[in-house]
């Protein structure tokens, strides 16, 4: 305790730094509220991810922030006997035993100090070998202790990622959150980062609150007996006051964690962009372009952490005074009570070694009951930043719920524009109904509508049934793609019936096939697993004459076997991707498919085939083309022509083909 009397004499100097503390800290509010504005003032520039401008979710300590973390540790923790209360009860349990340790610590370290100063040999040897002999047990204790904080981390992660990955990839979902829904910016972000952090920072705040918690209890207990109850009431009320007095200072710490995460998803979302789409950029030479992106994102992110430093380092001057210095000025007030009063009956015939004995082991308890007093006032700002981490996994949470439940929100366009041909519908997402049938794909009175309010086509009408092949054709930006992700289920619907078969009876082969991670059998089989097939009882074999059909057999020698695992994107050409897109069509067999410009990179021969083996297998095709030699293996054609109009006939000998 002596060590801290030097702070105590340099109230000059503790004054300057004050004054330069309260400085620092007006510059960095006046730094952030100008941040802010220019923030407003650019929000326009943004990424186009970023989260919109609107109600954001409050990142403070309050009943809110309780409900919240109530109810994701009902996710981490989900029942009263599970492998996370074990953890929990180990946790608490390895604190109370090395509490006791800490006290027996310094009981035995007084005892051995004054065996030093009264030149005992015998009872230094004797406290000695005893502390040397509890060394095992307490190193053991406090590896206990850490051994179930890291395991109880890594359980609660465990938890709640499986939780929010299966709400994440239930459906649809995925799709919707980053093509239907713009609250979420950088869901990757979430689910990794920002979990990994929230559970840590749980697991940490537990232990770093329950640990000085049961310390005061313990150390109050043995205080009172030693200097009185007056004493540790007067911590307890500085505990108090203090508390109130930082929690109120920290209040900003929840909002700047919020923001600092979101920033980091911007920065590692524009270098993710830079990776998947490198070729792109390589053939524009747009590295120039792609680095001022990158460096401007790095830079909001840096100004901001640059703010945050500096908030934190007013904040931890501001806590070391409170919570450290001036925590033990009020210990050595309180302890030094018994010991200055010369009526205190407690004293009044104690010895000066006696004296010295009772004054080491109360001050170093009452030391050890401020530091704990000061633990806890400090975990306030642990907890302010776990507010910030609940406030983005809670948002997540109500997101992918809104999903789920059918519902989204995104900026809608105006519908001001055309007025005058046509009156505006009113845009109610999912109000149109889908009727699940075999063999029939019908739309009635269904408008083609753009998630976010942009109608394409006000009243779509047509009917197509199995064995009918239709092509679709016309400008771009017409909606063929948008009619395919109606039909898809990917958008909802604005109004009328859809009538069409179940999802899985419904496939989409698009012009860039999707090679999935795994073997050349998967390719094929996607998104099925080797149990799937066994069990639809398809064979090797039969696999080996889909590629055949397709002019791929020889793919299976060349890659040496089903089970070879490559990186199938890059091994195959776009000729080869595509036509072992058609593979896979030919395996599912379903009932109709659409062909989105998936046969642009294959020969018309074997483009000709695949078409005359889809008719044979039973599989009706929707084509998305600009080649006149599938006119003739088509039945209907639909035509956009990207001003809100339509045609739909059939294909005669009269009928003028278009494209090249």
């Known amino acids: 305790m002596a060590a801290y009397s030097k702070y105590l004499t340099a109230r000059h100097s503790a004054i300057a730094g004050a004054a330069a503390a309260a400085c620092a800290l007006l510059g960095v509010l006046g730094k952030r509220r100008a941040a802010a504005q220019h923030g407003k003032r650019s929000g326009k520039q943004a990424l186009q991810n970023n989260e919109k401008e609107g109600k954001k979710e409050r990142a403070v300590v309050d009943r809110v922030f309780i409900a919240r973390i109530c109810r994701i540790l009902k996710i981490m923790v989900p029942r009263a006997l599970c492998k996370e209360t074990g953890y929990l009860l180990l946790i608490a349990v390895m604190l109370v035993v090395r509490t006791y340790c800490d006290i027996w610590m310094i009981q035995n370290g007084t005892v051995i100090e004054s065996a030093i100063i009264g030149r005992s040999r015998k009872d230094f040897k004797k406290y000695l070998f005893n502390f040397i002999a509890a060394m095992p047990a307490i190193s053991l204790v406090n590896s206990f202790l850490k051994y179930g904080l890291n395991e109880l981390k ?341 109004g009328g019936r859809l009538t069409k078969p179940v999802r899985g009876k419904l496939f989409y082969v698009p012009q860039r096939p999707y090679m999935t991670l795994g073997t050349l059998r998967d390719q094929v089989i996607y998104p099925d697993t080797l149990e799937d097939q066994r069990k639809k009882g398809i064979s090797d074999q039969v696999l080996k004459e889909y590629l055949d059909n397709v002019q791929l057999g020889h793919i299976l020698e060349r890659e040496g076997g089903w089970d070879i695992v490559q990186d199938w994107m890059d091994v195959l050409s776009g000729g080869e991707k595509q036509r072992m897109a058609m593979a896979r069509l030919f395996y599912h067999k379903p009932q109709f498919a659409i062909l989105d410009e998936c046969t642009s990179a294959v020969s018309v021969d074997v483009e000709g085939y695949i078409y005359s083996h889809c008719r044979k297998v039973g599989i009706t095709l929707f084509t998305v083309s600009h080649r006149k030699s599938l006119w003739k293996h088509h039945d209907f054609y639909l035509h956009m022509d990207g001003r809100g109009n339509y045609e739909f006939k059939k294909i005669t000998e009269d009928t003028v083909e278009f494209g090249s």
């Open 154 to 494: 890594l359980c609660f992660r465990v938890r709640l990622t499986r939780y929010l990955y299966e709400e994440y990839l239930k459906s649809y979902t995925y799709y919707k959150m980053g093509n239907l829904d713009n609250r979420i910016a950088n869901p990757d972000q979430l689910l990794t980062q920002d979990v990994e952090k929230f559970c840590n920072s749980v697991v940490d705040l537990y232990s770093n609150l329950s640990k000085p918690f049961l310390d005061i209890v313990l150390y109050i207990f043995k205080l009172t007996s030693a200097i009185g109850a007056q004493g540790p009431a007067s911590m307890m009320a500085y505990l108090i006051i203090s508390g109130f007095f930082l929690t109120r200072l920290r209040r900003p710490i929840g909002k700047m964690t919020v923001i600092e995460q979101k920033y980091e998803g911007e920065y590692r979302y524009v270098n993710s962009r830079l990776i998947t789409n490198s070729e792109e950029i390589a053939f524009y030479n747009g590295n120039l372009r792609e680095k001022q992106t990158i460096h401007k994102t790095f830079r909001k992110l840096v100004e901001h952490l640059h703010n945050f430093i500096l908030f934190r380092f007013s904040m931890g001057f501001i806590d070391a005074i409170v919570a450290k210095y001036l925590a033990t000025v009020v210990g050595y007030l309180v302890v030094s009570r018994p010991f200055l009063n010369l009526a205190d009956p407690r004293h009044q015939n104690s010895t000066h070694a006696e004296l010295l004995e009772d004054y080491y082991q109360s001050g170093r308890m009452l030391l050890r009951m401020s530091q704990a007093l000061g633990r806890i006032v400090l975990a306030g700002r642990e907890m302010t930043r776990l507010a910030g981490f609940t406030a983005r996994i809670t948002e997540l949470m109500q997101v992918l719920k809104d999903l789920n439940g059918g519902k989204y929100q995104r900026t809608m366009v105006s519908q001001e524009k055309d007025t005058d041909k046509k009156p505006a519908l009113p845009l109610i997402p999912g109000s149109g109904e889908i009727i699940n049938t075999d063999n029939l794909i019908k739309f009635d009175h269904v408008p083609l509508v753009t998630p976010n309010g942009d109608v394409l086509i006000q009243d779509l009408n047509f009917e197509v049934r199995s064995g009918a092949n239709v092509l679709i054709c016309g400008p771009n930006g017409c909606g063929k793609s948008s009619l395919f992700r109606v039909l898809g289920e990917l958008w909802p619907l604005f």
